[in-house]
C-alpha cells in the first residue's frame, strides 16, 4: 500500500516516483505509474530522479534544484499511459553541482538528456532538521515500496 508522504508547507503531494528499483553512487533508477498523464511530467519525473539521487550523495544536508536541463526532444504525444523507468547517470560534481545524464522510457515515449543540479543550504523557510528527516524518510520509502 502507498503512503502519501508530503512537506507541509502548502503544496500538495508531486511526487512523481513510485519506486526505487536500484541506486548506486553514480547511479540511480526509480518507476512511476502513469494514466493519461500530460507529457511534460516525463521531465519532470526525470528531474525527480536526478534530484533525489542528488541529495542521496549529500547525505540529504542541503536543498537539490534544477539548474538547467539541455538536450531533451520535447515528447511528440500530448499524454501518455504506463510503468515509466527514469534512470540518472551522474557523470560529474563538485560540492555545490552536479551533472546527470537521464533517460525515460515508458512504452513508445523515450527521452534522454543532460541535467544539471545545484545545491543551497537550508534556510530560515525550510528547517533543515525537518526536510532532512523528510528527505530521508522518502528515500528510504521509495526504496521499500
Not at 516525463?42 to 534544477?66: I, N, P, T, V, W
Not at 523507468?85 to 553541482?97: C, G, L, M, P, V
Request: net charge neutral; glycine share 6%.
Amino acid at each position: 500500500m502507498q503512503q502519501n508522504k508530503t512537506i507541509h508547507f502548502g503544496v500538495e503531494r508531486f511526487i512523481l516516483l513510485d519506486r526505487i528499483i536500484s541506486h548506486s553512487a553514480k547511479e540511480l533508477t526509480t518507476e512511476k505509474n502513469f494514466i493519461e498523464a500530460p507529457a511534460y511530467l516525463a521531465l519532470e519525473a526525470m528531474a525527480q530522479a536526478g534530484g533525489m539521487h542528488f541529495r542521496k550523495c549529500m547525505d540529504f544536508s542541503k536543498h537539490a534544484f534544477l539548474l538547467s536541463i539541455q538536450q531533451v526532444p520535447l515528447p511528440s504525444v500530448a499524454t501518455f499511459s504506463g510503468c515509466g523507468t527514469a534512470t540518472a547517470i551522474q557523470t560529474a560534481r563538485t560540492d555545490s553541482t552536479a551533472a546527470y545524464t537521464i533517460s525515460f522510457n515508458c512504452g513508445e515515449m523515450k527521452l534522454e538528456g543532460s541535467f544539471l543540479f545545484g545545491t543551497t543550504e537550508f534556510g530560515k523557510q525550510f528547517s533543515k532538521d525537518s526536510l532532512t528527516t523528510h528527505y530521508k524518510e522518502l528515500f528510504l520509502w521509495l526504496q521499500n515500496a
